[in-house]
């Protein structure tokens, strides 16, 4: 599992998803972020870097880019089942 950081509905977050590629359809998760929380300066060139690349609105367990067509639906048990 790899993690990156991403703009989900308007806010940074760090993203965990599976493959080398965040545009997979394998997103796992996300957790939101203090940019605070982040102090050397490597870590704040991440950020700007994922952020201009990776932007996302996130709904009812489905992520998708506001940057271009994509949809990746995040896997859920609800009831004992997964919802794709």
């Known amino acids: 599992m790899s993690w ?5 509905n308007n806010r940074l977050a760090e993203i965990f998803f599976e493959g080398k590629n965040p545009n997979s359809n394998k997103i796992f998760g996300h957790t939101y972020v203090n940019r605070s929380e982040y102090t050397k300066e490597e870590e704040q060139k991440w950020i700007i ?4 690349k990776l932007k996302f609105s996130y709904r009812q367990g489905i992520y998708k ?3 271009s067509k994509y949809t990746a639906k995040r896997q859920q048990k609800r009831h004992g089942r997964k919802i794709l």
């Open 65 to 67: 880019s506001t940057l």
């Open 4 to 8: 990156c950081f991403a703009t989900i």
């Open 49 to 52: 870097e994922d952020t201009k």
